[in-house]
């Protein structure tokens, strides 16, 4: 049976080299555990749902679609941060992206999530993985954050948290990159299926479509929002771009 327990010592990276130390290695949050535990705890789960064919299924054939949105906003050889060790192939392939003149780090609070993580990234030795908790990353600062659907899965105090903890994390002129759902259209076929299955599965996510994502950024002046919206508005890319001294007169949130 394959083993996706922490590795014996979590500060070293998945290739072998020093890496950034889990300082204070975060509690699993209540909601994650009541909430999630069954979707990223159990080990039969990571076995069975960390493959692209399933995410793909889960987000109705647009995960290949909304991974190329995120990474349009992602230049090679930045400093990139991802928040979550996202199910099926976006953390390798984000690596790819990133190339060895750049870095990318990838965070979770879920020690099965690091293990896993650090196993499909096996390697790649500009890419490290850590323990850390979205709403305090450390390690920073970064040129680019990607934050791929992982606001959908928290309460309403932790989307706040997390986004301002992101917002902080990068550098002047940098971009935190949001991919999430949104509220779809009125006429959406799958509109009456999707609030059923965020009712019973998903029940933090219907803020979503609610508020928009800068609404939760209590210094949201202080960035450029940029929004579009995919497969008739059911998912959203928000992208914050960290002004600096020489901008315009900022645009109003997104």
């Known amino acids: 049976m394959t083993d996706f327990s922490v590795d014996a010592d979590p500060a070293l990276s998945i290739a072998g080299a020093p890496e ?8 699993l949050p ?18 069975l749902l960390d493959r692209p064919w399933i995410t793909s299924a889960i987000l109705w054939g647009n ?12 230049p090679p050889g930045q400093r990139v941060l991802q928040t979550a060790c996202v199910y099926g192939d976006l953390s390798y392939d984000l690596g790819a992206l990133v190339g060895p003149r750049g870095r990318l780090d990838v ?3 879920a020690p099965i999530q690091v293990a896993n993580c650090r196993r499909k990234l096996n390697g790649v030795g500009h890419a490290h993985v850590r323990l850390a ?26 989307k706040r948290a997390v ?20 509220k779809p259209r009125s006429l ?10 965020f009712d019973w599965l998903e029940p933090f996510a219907k803020t979503l479509w609610r508020r928009e994502i800068s ?40």
């Open 20 to 27: 950034l130390p889990d300082t204070a290695v975060p509690e």
């Open 133 to 158: 908790d979205a709403a305090a990353p450390g390690g920073g600062p970064y040129d680019v954050v990607c934050c791929f659907f992982l606001l959908h899965e928290l309460p309403d105090d932790r």
């Open 30 to 47: 209540a909601y994650l555990q009541e909430t999630y535990a069954w979707a990223y705890l159990w080990p039969i789960s990571v076995r």
């Open 188 to 197: 959406h076929p799958l509109r009456g299926l999707m609030s059923i299955v």
């Open 63 to 74: 995960y290949r679609r909304l991974k190329r949105a995120a990474f349009s906003e992602i």
């Open 107 to 109: 965070i979770d609070v």
């Open 215 to 254: 609404s939760f950024a209590p210094a949201a002046d202080r960035f450029d929002w940029r929004k579009e919206t995919y497969f008739g508005g059911l998912y959203q890319k928000v992208v914050a771009r960290r002004r600096i001294p020489s901008d315009p007169v900022p645009s109003g949130p997104a």
């Open 163 to 182: 986004i301002d903890s992101l917002l902080s994390a990068v550098v002047p002129g940098g971009s935190v990159v949001f991919v999430d759902y949104h």
